[in-house]
Structures are given as C-alpha cells and as structure tokens.
C-alpha cells in the first residue's frame, strides 16, 4: 500500500484496490480458507497434547541438534520451567484475589517484592487467568499459555496484514512465519522473552490512531504498549526498536492533525504509571545492591541467523521481506517497508552487540579479535538504567523476527498485486504451502515439534503438605536444606509452592536476595535455639526438612532436629512426616520471669 493510500484512509481499515484479492466474496473465502491453515498449524504443532494430559506434562521443543533425549533430561529445563509454571499460575492467582500484591511473590521469604528479582511475567499471567479460573491447576495454568501465544499471535498477524493489504494470502504467510516460526516455538519454558505480539498490536492502533484521531484506538494503544511493558524487558526492548522508526514513520507520513492533546495527555500519564508500577521494584533493588551489573552479557552472533538449527531465519524471513523493497515509482525511500526494515536492522544491532560474540570467541581460541564495531546496546546501557543487569541481550532479536514477518506479508502481497488475476491465486497458495510446510518443523516428516516432560510434583509430596494444612498449620515454610547453586531443591519446591501457594524460603530467580542469603546462614546453625528464634522473627512457622536431595542425605540433620523436637526448651515441634520429608513447627522462646 502506498503512503498516498494511507493518507487517505480515515478509518484505518482500507485496503489497497490495486490488489487483485478485491472481490469482497472472494476475499471472506479466502479469509476463512487461510484461517483454517493457521488452525491446522497449531494443532499440529500441538498435536502431542493428546497423549500428555496438560495437567501433569508440558511442552519442551524437540531440539534439532540434541534430540528429545537431552531435551527431557535436562535439570536446568526442568528447574526452569518449574520456575515459569510457578510465576504463571502464581500471578493469574494473584490478578484474580489480591492484585495490589502482584510484585508481592510468595518465594524467597521474607524478601519483599521478589518478583523484581526476574523477569515478572505480569502480562502473562493476565492471559492465563481464564484458566486458573477454571481449573485452579499450576499446570494447566501454565500449559494454556504455551498453547495460546502461538495461535493468537499468528491470528494478530494476519488481522494485521490483512488490514494493511487487503490480501488474505499474504496475510497467511505472515501469520505462519510469526507464530510459528521455530525461532518463536524453540523456547516454550521462557515463553516470555518472544512474547512480542503486544508490540505488533500496538503498531496496529498507532497507525489507526493517528490516521481517524478516535479514543477507542488511543485506548488500545495504551493498553497494548502497558501489555508490552508487563511481560518482559526483553521483548520491551525488541518492541521498540521496531516500534521507533515505526513512530517516526508516522509522524512524517501520518502526521498528528487528527489527534487530539487530552489524548497525548492520558497516553503518556496512563505509559507513565506503568512504567513506574513495573519497573521501580527492580530500579530500587539496584540501588541498593540488590541487582548487580552483568559481568558477562551473551549478544547474538551473526552467524545465528543463518546457521542455528532453531533460530536462524531461514529462506522465507530472509526472501519474502526483500520482495516488499520492490522498487515502485509512487513510493518514497521513506515508506512504510523501509521503516520496518530500520525496525528490524536496529533490533539486530542491540542484539549483537556489534559483534561482541566473534570477538569474544576469537579470544577464547587464543586468536587476534576482529576490528570491534560499535556495541549499541552498551551505549543504550549507559543512559537507561537497568540494562546493565541484562544477561542475554540477545533476545531482543525477536524484534527483528516480528518486522521480519511483517515485510514477508508485504512482499508476498507486492508480488501478487503484479500478476494476472488467474495467477494470484494460484501463485499466493504455492507460497502459502511452501511457508506452511517449511515452518511446521519438519512439516512431511511426521516428527513432532515438541516433546513432553511430566513435571507435576509426587502425589506423596503435594498430599503432604495438604495434611500439614489439614491440621491447621499454615504460614511462611523454611525448606531444607538451603544449598545455593544449580542442583539444589529450590526449584522443585517452587513448583511445588504453585499447589499449596504459602510462602516459602525456596528462591530461585535471575538474581539472589540478601535476606535469602541471610536464611540461608541462619539454615545451616539449626537447630541451635538462637537460629530458631531469629527465623521465627522473620516470619517462618513451618520447616520441612527434605531427607533426600540429589543423592545428599539429610539423616544427621533430621536426628538433630529430632532431639531439639524432644527438648521442651529446643523450639521446635515435630508435627508430621512420610518417610520422604518431615516437617517441624517453630516455637517462639517463651519469656522468662521478670527479674
């Protein structure tokens, strides 16, 4: 569509009458048809949900290089997306009966705010909460979320597309390259760093906005670019590096005239807010010391996008976008295409750092570093503050695959508003086909995109701790042993924290706390009377000592704790135990007789 075009469409919604898909019959058909191809996608990519009830397994890609076996035996996978089951379900719970304490996270007791400590995944949550609603599982919870990101961000495309060009082909095409590109797919435990589609919408009402001037599409603009913020600092930074030359493209073209200033007003008061909301848990964290500076921050090697076995863009991201530069008369340098692609380059540019990975592995090998080129992001790091605790920069490339798809849409549909009106058709559904077939990884094979893990917790362990509030205990639970470090029990007591959701010392997150650290000193001197005390003024009621953990016997420490359990003056009351773990009731010091 040219800027001419744009310009004239007061609503937001026409489309461009050169295209040879102008037929409104035609155009609903061929809608519905491609509708249904994007359906097909994702019960395919889905299709192992049938053998795998949600409830207990969930979705890991099947990697290409390592095969389903290292992709189900990875502790890290598992302690990961135990963590991400919990933070879901755990913040659809908290959006449902006490939003004011969303940063408020249950782990790492008696830190406040711990949700500040990572990635907080708030919008997330708000998408899951249909499901916690209806059935209060951590899991399905979570597994709703995996299912529905790739489907509604592919039918956010095509609405999208379909809107700018008119054309329902083109619009399949680049729905299948967004939402179910490898790239988007090969990272279901972290679901939230390619979440970029509230970027996509807001770029959608941006340009509707400043084309009719309506409160509705101001309203959704807000609420797509607080979506955006609420998810992840990754796909933030993404998104605006798309969304920037996307503003300045439609200053320039759009202009302002139709807006209104209360409009301006309430966007930037409303973004201002939840900015604020979002981010000042973890920019007071930081100054305290809390977040610390990455000493490593992993960039994206160029070599990725053409090479990586899951990331790499491939024939259709690298082609089909070149095919919307078609060069055309009526079109300026400064289009529409051309700021997408300035979207895409500058997305690409923070991702890498310049290129910080060639360096980098060139002095690992012990060989002369190649010239270093600029590093953005560095520059970016130094005036923002909080980009320095980012450890993979690299995500933001998802940017890139958003704009990527956007001009892989635009391409198809230049090229088919070129061709005679029996070929469109027939030449749209070849490409269509070949995308569909090329992205449904690996499509003809028959091999699934995903393998399942089964990562619901022991039914022994959740029973156990529905005694435990059978019987009235409740409160903030100390679990050991506390061990920092990658194999410790942390991870699989947050899971498990998801089902009885009382606060728990188990902290696992991007950082550690320093009052996790202090329970944690406090941990190793039980069950002197002292440590007991000073845990119980913090808050704890509950400890469940863990007898087994990753081939580490905790005998010695229970018989301990046993014996302290025996003396009236020791502190603690054993109140329960299944052969697996036990659990103590902390005793406040009784106060002596007054002197």
Partial sequence: MTDRTLRADRHGEKTDHSSNDSDPRSNAWGSVGVLFVLLIAWLWTFQGLIEH???????????????????????????????????????????????????????????????????????????????????????????????ILPLFSAFVMFLVVKSWTGNALA???????????????????????????????????????????????VSALGGAISLQIGGSLYPLIAGASVGLPFAIWGFSHLGVKRTRPLQWATLVVLLGAVLYA????????????????????????????????????????????????????????????????????LALALATGGNVAARHVASIAGEPPPWALPNLYAALASVLPGLDVVRLPASIAYGAYLALALLAGLGVAEVLKRLPPRAHWAFGSLVLGCVFLSTIRPGWSGDQVFAYKNLRPERAELAFFDRLAASGDQGPV???????????????????????????????????????????????????????????????????????????????????????????????????????????RLRPKEPGPAS
Wanted: net charge neutral; aromatic share 12%; hydrophobic share 45%.
């Fill in 478 to 584: 100390l679990e050991l042993p506390m061990e920092p470090g990658l194999r410790s029990r942390d991870g699989l007591s947050i899971l498990v924290a998801a089902y009885h959701t009382r606060p728990t010392s188990a902290c696992y997150n991007s950082f550690l706390p320093q009052q996790t650290r202090r329970v944690q000193t406090l941990a190793a001197a039980l069950p002197e009377v002292d440590a007991i005390q000073s845990l119980h003024g913090m808050g704890f009621r509950t400890v469940v000592l863990h007898h087994n953990v990753y081939g580490k016997n905790s005998d010695a420490l229970l018989h301990a704790m046993e014996r302290a359990a025996g003396d009236s003056g020791g502190g603690l009351i054993r109140i329960e135990s299944d052969g697996e773990r036990t659990a103590f």
């Fill in 278 to 345: 979002a981010f000042s848990p973890a920019l007071s964290m930081a100054s305290n010391g809390d977040l610390m500076p990455r000493n490593v921050q992993v960039f994206l090697p160029w070599s990725t996008l053409w090479s990586d076995p899951e990331r790499k863009l491939g024939f259709w991201l690298w082609g089909l976008p070149l095919l919307a530069l078609w060069p055309q008369s009526a079109r300026p340098v400064t289009s529409l295409r051309w700021a997408l692609l300035a979207g895409a380059l």
């Fill in 171 to 217: 619009a399949g095409v680049a729905a299948l390259l967004y939402g179910f590109h490898s790239a988007r797919l090969s990272d279901p435990t972290h679901l939230y760093v390619p979440d970029t589609v509230w970027t996509l919408l807001a770029l959608f009402f941006f340009r509707r906005w400043l084309l009719n001037g309506r409160w509705g599409d």
């Fill in 53 to 147: 009830p949600p409830g207990s397994w969930v979705p890991r890609y099947a990697s290409l290089e390592q095969g389903p076996e290292l992709t189900l035996n990875s502790h890290v996978l598992d302690t990961d997306q135990g963590f991400v089951a919990w933070l879901v379900s755990r913040n659809a719970r908290t959006w449902t009966e006490s939003p004011a304490r969303i940063f408020d996270g249950e782990i790492c007791h008696p830190t406040p705010q711990s949700l500040a400590f990572g990635e907080p995944a708030l919008t997330l949550g708000l998408l899951a909460m249909p499901a916690w609603w209806f059935t209060g599982d951590p899991l399905w919870t979570y597994n709703s979320v995996v299912w």
